[in-house]
Structures are given as C-alpha cells and as structure tokens.
C-alpha cells in the first residue's frame, strides 16, 4: 500500500511539474500518508512495550555459595533470597524471634565460662544453651537455669569417660552460704590407660546468673591436688552474693603428670562439665 501511494503521489507531482504548478490533490495525499506513517510508528511502539511489559522480567545471576549437604554433597547454588524474596510463615517468625532472644541469657553463661576453657575447647555447649532458654520462651516461662543439671560442655569428650563426679548442694539462707561436697571414682576404661596420671586437679565454678540485669557472678574455688587413691568427699562453703537468684556449679578436672605443668591443650586428660543447678528464692 505505501509503495502504490508513493508511486501516485510522484505521477501527480510530475504532472504537475510538467504543468508549472502544484497539483492540490497531490499535496493532500502527502499530507494524508503523513498522518498515516507517524500512526502507524507510534502504534508499533506502544504494541512492543505493551509485550515487553507482560514478559516477566529475568534478573541478574546472583551472587553463588558453596554448600556441603547429606543429599547433594558439596555444590554450588544462589544465595538465599537473591533468586525471589524470602517469605517467613507466621510460626517461623516467631521461632527467630525466641532464637534470638535466647541468644542473651546464653551469651551470659557463655562468656563466664570462657577464661576456664582455654585448655578445653570444642562442642556445641552454646548450641544447647540457646535450644535450653528458647524452650523456655517458647513455654512463655521466665529463663532459669533448672534443666542444666550435668550437661558435658564437649560431648565428643564427656566425663563419663574418665570418672563418675557426684555433687551435693545445700543452702543455707541464714548464713547466705552454700555448702558444696564433691567426690568421684573412676571408670574402669580409665585405669586402664591412666598412663602416669597420679592425680587430677579440680575446679569447681560457681556461677550467680541475673537474667533479668544481664549480669553474672563467678565464683572459682580450686580444690587440692586429689590423688587417684584418694577416696575421700572434698567439702567447702561458698557466700552467696547479694540478690542472687539461681546458681550453676561447674565442674573441672584437669590430670597431673609427675614434673609436668597442667597441659594447655587438648582435652583428652580433662572434664568439664554442668554439675547442680538451683534457685535461691
């Protein structure tokens, strides 16, 4: 069609030419498929942008992560979220919300311990923590420390393969005082392979926690050198701090060599562990 037009249109304007003057009718077919090309553009353009807004746009590849999973094994994948927008249900909101609030009264034990772990490392012992205080904000229950009795704070190296500690606590609120006894014996697996370890050294940290304040009291007492024939019950006192609520006794037993300091590594030769925990009110 716009090539029969553009042919009339040129013998019009030839004859025209060829008469001396400008056909009239020619001018108005000129101005005619003017109009009719500047349309035809403008609803060309309109139809593609209308097809490219109804296409759902692709976005960038995303950054890529390296994961280590039982099913897949070690591949590569998108980060999180980077591919859609990550959308939490209601209970899984509230599971991250207890998971973090968890992580202060945690980070409170945690940390208090810390200076006494230097020579013993490892496990998931804050893992537990979290999943203890997030059990609790889950009940809607204040954070205590009941439920913490004999926890390993390794359990790739738990007491159990070394000695059987037992441990009493009596309060006495009169005198703001605890009265701690301490004994152990040791298991058969041990004796066997005791090398020459001729005695243990023990610890016994005593942890006030205010979950409320966020604070903490630590208390270490360090017991006399205990020898493997020594079958007799360590006993002491320890003053219970102003306002304290709750208490945490602590556990740690670290094998002596003969002419050779406490090593300052590895766990092999030590324990540590949560023994009695308590409320004072």
């Known amino acids: 069609m716009g090539s029969q037009a553009c042919q009339a249109l040129g013998l019009l304007v030839d004859n025209s030419s060829q008469k001396g003057k400008t056909s009239l009718y020619g001018l108005y077919i000129l ?3 003017s109009l009719y090309s500047s349309a035809r553009k403008e609803f060309l353009l309109n139809l593609n942008m209308a097809k490219s807004s109804g296409k759902k746009s692709k976005s960038s590849p995303g950054k890529k992560i390296i994961v280590n999973s039982k099913a897949y094994g070690r591949h590569e994948r998108a980060a999180r979220g ?12 509230k599971h991250s919300q207890r998971m973090i609030g968890s992580n202060k009264p945690a980070k409170l034990i945690q940390e208090a311990l810390m200076p006494f772990r230097a020579n013993f490392k490892g496990g998931l012992f804050w893992q537990r923590l ?11 229950r204040d954070y ?17 393969r070394i000695m059987s500690p037992t441990m009493t606590v009596k309060v006495s609120a009169p005198e703001s005082v605890l009265h701690i006894s301490i004994n152990y014996y040791f298991s058969k697996r041990f004796l066997e ?4 370890i001729y005695a243990f050294q023990i610890t016994i940290i005593l942890l006030f926690p205010d979950f409320v304040k966020d ?16 079958l007799a ?7 219970i ?17 003969p002419k050779s300091p406490i090593s300052e590594s590895g766990n092999v030769d030590k324990v540590m562990c949560l023994m009695e925990t308590g409320l004072l009110l």
């Open 31 to 33: 101005s005619i498929w």
């Open 82 to 93: 980077s591919q859609s927008k990550i959308k939490l249900s209601e209970a899984l909101k």
């Open 130 to 140: 979290v999943k203890h205080f997030a059990a609790q904000a889950k009940e809607n």
């Open 144 to 160: 205590s420390v009941l439920g913490m009795s004999n926890w390993d704070l390794n359990k790739a190296y738990p007491t159990s």
């Open 193 to 196: 392979r005791k090398k020459d």
């Open 215 to 230: 604070e903490i009291v630590v208390l270490p007492t360090v017991l006399p050198e205990k020898r493997l024939n020594d």
């Open 233 to 239: 019950t360590y006993s002491f006192i320890v003053h």
């Open 241 to 257: 701090p102003d306002g304290a609520e709750s208490y945490i006794t602590c556990l740690k037993a670290e094998a002596l060599f």
